[in-house]
């Protein structure tokens, strides 16, 4: 499996042993003044997508699990962490 981001256009993933070879998972955007910094928002994807790889979960629920860290990542300045964490397993 490959994973391709695009910032806020579709991921795709490739698949080489799946009938269906390229899935396409939407992004909703975020708002212009949410964009604060886009540094780390790659890396931040990664990190969420494994953690929820890590714990058994789909595909579907990990690429969520990444978009949601990209975009609380992307909403700071540098790359910080929010005071709150409010994201569950």
Same mark, same amino acid.
């Given at each position: 499996? /490959? *994973?391709?981001?695009? %910032?806020?256009?579709? *991921? /795709? @993933? +490739? #698949?080489?042993? =799946? ?5 396409? !998972? ?5 708002? =212009? ?11 931040? !994807? @990664?990190?969420? !997508?494994? +953690? #929820?790889?890590?714990? %058994?979960?789909? @595909?579907?629920?990990? *690429?969520? +699990?990444? @978009? #949601? ?14 005071? /709150? ?5």
């Amino acid at each position: 499996m /490959v *994973i391709i981001t695009q %910032g806020s256009e579709d *991921i /795709v @993933v +490739a #698949y080489t042993n =799946e009938p269906e070879r390229l899935k396409h !998972f939407p992004v909703s955007p975020l708002k =212009e003044d949410e964009i604060v910094d886009t540094n780390g928002a790659g890396d931040s !994807f @990664v990190g969420g !997508f494994l +953690a #929820y790889k890590l714990a %058994g979960k789909s @595909v579907e629920e990990c *690429i969520d +699990a990444g @978009v #949601y860290a990209a975009k609380q990542i992307i909403k700071m300045s540098g790359c910080t962490l929010p005071e /709150v964490n409010d994201m569950k397993l």
